[in-house]
């Protein structure tokens, strides 16, 4: 679905690297720990036993974020998961408007359903 949070696209968020946070490794756009945490994301949603075991990632991390960032970033990322995949089952999460503007008056009758 394209969503994005009109909040952060008013704070600058540009539209060709919404499209591309995706190719996040690739197109430069990216801090180091900015890449570290899509990455914790992509393999938590897809292999999270495989990133438990992987020393030499967790030693990036580790150099690039405390302890209680980590727990709040592996918090996060669980929590919005969790919610996603309860929004589906109880097929409700198409019910909720979603702004596709970075300024929500300009359509804000706007819904997405997916």
Request: glycine fraction near 6%; proline fraction near 4%; aromatic fraction near 8%.
């Amino acid at each position: 679905m394209d969503t994005r949070s009109a909040s952060a696209m008013q704070q600058g968020l540009e539209e060709d690297l919404y499209h591309r946070v995706s190719e996040y490794e690739e197109i430069g756009a990216f801090t180091v720990p900015e890449k570290l945490a899509a990455e914790m994301a992509e393999r938590f949603v897809f292999d999270h036993v495989a990133l438990k075991d992987d020393e030499e990632y967790w030693e990036k991390v580790k150099e690039n974020f405390t302890d209680q960032q980590i727990l709040e970033l592996l918090a996060l990322i669980g929590f919005c998961l969790g919610m996603g995949r309860l929004l589906a089952v109880l097929d409700i999460a198409n019910d909720c408007p979603v702004n596709r503007t970075a300024d929500p008056d300009k359509d804000p009758t706007h819904y997405v359903h997916g």
